[in-house]
């Protein structure tokens, strides 16, 4: 593995790879600054490394590589390392005079200043890999690190394999760690503690942080009926000196894959996240409940220092009961938050309720297992949780472990209850809105007589005229695949979020119909648009299937209502499709692009193969624009690149024309000739919604400030969207002025409706919300630049689906830490602000989100050579504006020369009245 060595590295810009808190792994230590900023690669990233370093030396050791156009703060590319001339990823942390620069190795640790002509365009492929350092700080140092300790710490650690306790992360995304080399403890080394051995791994990594929210804890520990409750009123286990000998020996068994256990569920957040108890282990808990009881109201002390990932004693209020817990966040006040990680749940817990755990007591390991249905599902309906709730609730449980999650560690399990009732394929089925029935060939887990049995549940069958299809309303957008196509005005979709019921489903036709003799669930008639399960020709698997066409005693045409596709089938082939089978909609979505004119052009070779180079294989953003009883138009948008799908193919093959008039459905996108009439619907009057400006919290953001109402209230755009918001503004002209056809006004004047407006200064049109309407008036504020207007009704039009791709570009913040003087925010405040702000190069840090207006809490700085001065602090050394004490502390330098022009000039001039010319034209005046 290549070793890097250098000098002081600030903390790496892309998000690094995040092992769980609680989790405990074998990592390399690549670079060190100090005791409390140094990085690791884990062991599990080798393979990763390994192949990135071979992709890296094919494609930039050579004279083709493309050099960096635009090197700038923040900007990822490729730099090759003065020690052994070989390339790696890199950020740019920092500009130097002679056309050089400081770039930090994102995958090691290290920095270094370099010359700007060793830096190369990166491949975006290589920005889908997180950086594969992981920066560290280490646990339990004083304030004050001597020189003496750095260099014990570098001698213990650098270049070295060590165990590393993940412990939680600081505020910097650090790593939160302990370290242990060749069995010693670094940090009790550096601290002149002598040698400590690493404490026993958990039973299970504990999962991620559930919500910080208030959960009902159990008022006893022991969920289950019949249980031994634990209470402080129980015998009290003692033990005769401080060490609790019989709870650091107890056995615990292993949840391994394959072996069922009896469990009881201890905390629920929905299907794909919830913790288990092993039966087994009810005596242990109930022997940990009273040596914590004895423990703190005898002899423990009180916390003093809370750090995020610390293991404490904590007690819950509703029950006063003792129970170990897991710091999640250090505390801002009165409370903090912690997970009881002998449950799952979570709390926030008086500080004076919190005490320190002793060794013995921290070193049993954790008794709630984390726990999923299924890893690859993201969002699960209330129905699922639900009815998953209401199967589980104090009741004995069969568990079987099938795997685990490698991202965060979570076990994948099968859940039974005592009478062979599969929970797993309850709730799965309820995410299609099915009833919930066992297909055939779906196995249980049944108990009789301490003896476990597999028990196949068979279903009598059934034939189906017709299956159920997806609902899917206009203006939805998912994450799809395409799974067969003619051409792009016929192709069939697949929505991500079914991917997981799919698999079931072919899994249990596989079993099912493999097993099957040739005599059973014979078709006894074919005739068209019947349901049935066919063997497709090119692999010999089952799928469902219908019958479009029949053309003789044995021969017909069948389409396979799950993919799109289509073949000539013998029908002595054909099976009865079971009942068993008809719950699941058909997942083959019929799709057209949106605007998609069919022409010898549009469907020829050429552009049929360019459009399967933009879509094949690759996982697609699809809206839905409009329906024609079953078949979409749709826009496509590939999240990995970027790429307008639909532009891309129309500036080719078509001139994009949206769609205005009524006109004929396409075919079904299969090999076959068979036409569905379908009648097309228009949605031009049919409401919009847009989505709004997605930012990421304690980020460092390049933003323009485009209107201003104060430093409390003033809305931005990301310097990232201008180019995007610039095509937006000529789209919007050319649509609502230059169109053949007259667009319909908006018959709806609802208070938060979306709309297109004509700005009565300009006479241009732009995107909208109202805000109020009364007759002949409406007021609007115009999204993507925040300001506002009074319009009347013919200057409001519906907004095309097509013009709300882009989310709405104005984005409301607030100055984090500041608030008015007792004069309020009088218009000397508002001109100085205005004055800092507008036509400026500025650089925000978004904080958080204020849950009452949603404005974004910033830091704003204004950019000053090589540093970024805090406007907030500024206008504070003015006199203007009151700083707020707070434990934010601004990431921006104080500004050292005040804001120049403070004199009101009487003008009265607007922010609308001195907008920068920097920014895409919008509803504001020039003077």
């Given at each position: ?8 590295s ?12 609680g ?7 690549s670079?060190?600054?100090s ?15 390994e ?58 640790g ?11 365009e ?37 270049d ?25 403890d ?30 009902t804890?159990p ?20 033990p005769?000196?401080?060490v ?59 916390l ?8 404490c ?11 170990r ?39 049993v ?7 999923t ?19 589980v ?16 560690d ?24 099915d ?16 003896t ?10 059934l ?36 991917s ?19 005599g ?48 000539y ?23 057209r ?21 933009l ?9 839905f624009?409009?329906s ?49 009439n ?7 009057d ?11 919290m304690?980020?460092?953001?390049s933003?323009i400030?485009?209107?201003?109402e ?14 995007k ?15 053949p ?5 908006l ?16 006479g ?18 115009f ?39 007792d ?42 050579g ?12 003015l ?5 707020v ?34 920014v895409?034209?919008?509803p504001?005046?020039?003077?």
């Amino acid at each position: 593995m290549m070793m890097m060595m250098s000098s002081h590295s600030p903390a790496p810009i892309m998000d690094s790879i995040q092992p769980q808190p609680g989790t405990q792994k074998t990592a390399y230590v690549s670079h060190v600054d100090s005791p409390s900023c140094f990085w690791v690669q884990l062991k599990e990233c080798n393979p990763t490394l390994e192949s990135m370093a071979d992709t890296l030396d094919a494609c930039y050791n050579s004279a083709v590589a493309r050099p960096l156009s635009r090197p700038s703060k923040g900007a990822f590319c490729v730099a090759r390392f003065s020690e052994d001339d070989n390339f790696y990823r890199a950020a740019i942390l920092d500009s130097r005079p002679n056309n050089r620069c400081f770039v930090h190795f994102i995958d090691y640790g290290n920095s270094e200043e370099t010359n700007v002509a060793d830096l190369k365009e990166i491949n975006l492929e290589l920005m889908k890999v997180n950086a594969l350092a992981l920066p560290c700080t280490l646990c339990g140092l004083p304030a004050t690190i001597t020189h003496q300790m750095k260099e014990l710490f570098r001698k213990l650690a650098l270049d070295q394999n060590v165990v590393v306790d993940i412990m939680g992360y600081d505020s910097q995304k650090r790593a939160l760690v302990k370290i242990f080399s060749d069995g010693v403890d670094v940090t009790q080394r550096l601290l002149g503690r002598g040698p400590t051995n690493p404490p026993p791994p958990p039973l299970m990594a504990t999962s991620p942080y559930p919500p910080l929210t208030p959960i009902t804890v159990p008022t006893s520990p022991i969920i289950p009926p019949g249980a031994c409750a634990v209470s402080p009123f129980a015998a009290p286990f003692v033990p005769a000196a401080p060490v609790i000998s019989p709870l650091s020996k107890s056995p615990l068994p292993e949840l391994s894959p394959g072996r069922i256990e009896k469990v009881y569920i201890s905390y629920v957040d929905n299907p794909g996240h919830f913790y288990i108890q092993l039966e087994q282990n009810m005596a242990l808990i109930d022997k940990l409940a009273a040596a914590l009881h004895h423990y703190c109201t005898t002899s423990a002390p009180s916390l003093t220092v809370f750090l995020p990932g610390q293991l404490c004693c904590a007690k819950y209020a509703d029950d006063d009961v003792w129970y170990r817990a897991l710091i999640l966040i250090e505390p801002t006040g009165p409370t903090v938050p912690v997970r009881f990680i002998d449950f799952g749940s979570t709390y926030e817990v008086c500080l004076q309720n919190v005490k320190a755990i002793n060794r013995e007591i921290a070193s049993v390991p954790v008794l709630a297992l984390a726990c999923t249905l299924d890893p690859r599902i993201k969002k699960w309906f209330e129905e699922q949780i639900e009815i998953f709730n209401s199967m589980v609730s104090d009741e004995c449980l069969l568990c079987q472990a099938v795997g685990v999650d490698p991202r965060d560690d979570k076990i994948i399990v099968a859940l039974s209850n005592s009478v062979g009732k599969d929970i797993t394929h309850v709730v799965m089925a309820a995410m299609a809105g099915d009833s919930p029935i066992r297909p055939q060939g779906m196995r249980s887990i049944i108990t009789t007589g301490g003896t476990t049995l597999i028990h196949d549940n068979d279903t009598a069958s059934l034939q189906a005229d017709e299956l159920q299809e997806i609902s899917i309303t206009v203006g939805q957008v998912e994450e799809v695949q395409i799974s067969s196509m003619n051409d792009p005005g016929h192709f069939t979709c697949q929505m991500l979020k079914f991917s997981m019921s799919l698999d079931q489903l072919m899994d249990n036709l596989s079993e099912t119909y493999t097993k099957m003799q040739p005599g059973e669930a014979i078709l006894p008639t074919a005739k068209r648009d019947l349901v049935c399960c066919a063997q497709f020709s090119r692999d010999n698997s089952w799928y469902r299937a219908q019958i479009t066409a029949v053309h003789d005693s044995n021969q017909c045409e069948v389409y396979y209502i799950d993919y799109g596709n289509a073949e000539y089938k013998q029908i002595s082939t054909l099976k009865r499709l079971l009942k068993n089978f008809t719950k699941i909609p058909k997942q083959a979505v019929f799709c057209r692009l949106y605007g998609f004119q069919e022409s010898e052009t549009t469907t020829s070779d050429e552009a049929i193969a360019f459009f399967e180079s933009l879509v094949s294989r690759k996982v697609l953003e699809m809206e839905f624009k409009s329906s024609d009883s079953g078949c979409y138009d749709v826009t496509l948008v590939d999240p990995a690149t970027n790429v307008d799908i639909n532009r891309e193919f129309f500036a080719r093959f078509q001139t994009f024309q949206v769609p205005m008039m009524q006109r004929s459905v396409a075919t079904p996108p299969s090999n076959v000739s068979t036409r569905l009439n379908m009648t097309r619907s228009t949605t031009r009057d049919r409401p919009v919604t847009l989505k709004s400006l997605d930012i990421q919290m304690g980020r460092e953001v390049s933003l323009i400030v485009v209107f201003v109402e104060h430093p409390g209230s003033f809305w931005c755009q990301l310097q990232r969207y201008v180019e995007k918001l610039e095509q937006l503004s000529e789209d919007l002209q050319q649509f609502y002025t230059k169109s053949p056809r007259p667009t319909p006004p908006l018959t709806s004047m609802t208070p938060g409706s979306a709309c297109a407006a004509r700005f009565t200064e300009d006479g241009l049109w732009y995107r909208a919300e109202i805000l109020a309407s009364s007759v002949g008036e409406i007021t609007v504020r115009f999204v993507d630049f925040g300001n506002t207007d009074i319009v009347s009704e013919d200057s409001i039009r519906v907004l095309d689906h097509e013009l709300t791709r882009l989310p709405a570009q104005g984005l409301r913040c607030r100055l984090v830490n500041v608030q008015p003087t007792d004069r309020g925010w009088d218009r000397a405040v508002t001109s100085r602000f205005e004055e800092a702000t507008l036509d400026k190069d500025l650089c925000a840090f978004t904080v958080d989100r204020d849950m009452e207006s949603g404005a974004v809490n910033v830091f704003l700085g204004e950019r000053s050579g090589e540093h970024c001065h805090d406007i907030g602090q500024n206008l504070q050394s003015l006199g203007l504006v009151k700083l707020v004490p707070s434990a934010l502390h601004s990431p921006f330098a104080p500004t050292l020369n005040p804001i120049v022009g403070g004199e009101e000039d009487g003008s009265g001039l607007s922010l609308m009245d001195r907008r920068s010319d920097g920014v895409q034209p919008a509803p504001l005046v020039e003077n």
